[in-house]
């Protein structure tokens, strides 16, 4: 079974700082996919940043990068330069090889940029 | 181009009743997937419908059923509602295929059970 986990419930960050969320994850299957969402208190899930288990490089969306580290088995997502817009709850999700398209959640941490 | 696109936005009902939740799709994808997201905690997988099929599920009882028409459309279909069913109720949309990075969510509808 597949298992997220996400061990900062909270997290303060001061405006245009770095942040680094953390996400470790657990399978047995060697083909994967690592998301991470940003979900406002509005509550849409919107999209950031994605990272295949074959993918050799890191994956960077503008201020958005995805530091894979696939023997450790962690995805931590790194926001620079924070703005106020950031504070939202951050989730991080896989996909396995047995289902392309069922996402497995972390329980979320929930970020707050303070100016 | 719309992006995924859930009715209605809220919903207010009581214990034993049905509900109904409606999805659109992205524009060219052609799978639905439903979850279920409790106050506090990461969404949690109900189902998945491909080609008017259920492809997936999650551990979820019957109570969840659901629908997907030609158009690539969905419902998700809740009986006998329970109070632990309140919750946010949020589609995805994908191409069942390539590329395996897409995967959109809708806004959402939130369920309150009296």
């Known amino acids: 079974a597949q298992k997220i986990t996400q061990t900062q419930p909270g997290m303060f960050v001061q405006e245009k700082e770095a942040v680094t969320l953390d996400c470790t994850y657990d399978t047995s299957d060697q083909s994967y996919g690592l998301f991470w969402y940003k979900q406002p208190s509005s509550g849409e899930m919107i999209f950031l940043i994605y990272q295949g288990s074959y993918d050799e490089q890191n994956a960077t969306e503008g201020r958005y990068s995805l530091n894979f580290q696939k023997a450790r088995k962690s995805a931590n997502l790194v926001i620079s330069a924070s703005q106020l817009g950031d504070s939202a709850m951050y989730f991080c999700a896989m996909s396995f090889s047995g289902s392309a398209r069922q996402l497995t959640f972390g329980s979320g941490t929930q970020l707050t940029v303070l100016p | 181009d719309a992006g995924v696109t859930q009715s209605p936005t809220h919903l207010i009902k009581t214990r034993g009743q049905q509900v109904t939740l409606r999805c659109s799709p992205k524009s060219g994808h052609d799978t639905v997937s439903w979850y279920q997201q409790a106050l506090g905690q990461g969404p949690q997988f109900i189902f998945q419908y491909y080609e008017e099929e259920e492809r997936q599920r999650g551990n979820f009882p019957d109570r969840f059923s659901g629908h997907q028409f030609p158009n690539y459309s969905s419902e998700l279909n809740v009986n006998a509602l329970l109070l632990g069913d309140s919750a946010l109720y949020l589609c995805?949309?994908?191409?069942?295929?390539?590329?395996?990075?897409?995967?959109?969510f809708g806004p959402g509808t939130r369920l309150t059970v009296l």
């Open positions: 995805a949309s994908s191409l069942l295929g390539p590329p395996y990075n897409e995967q959109f």
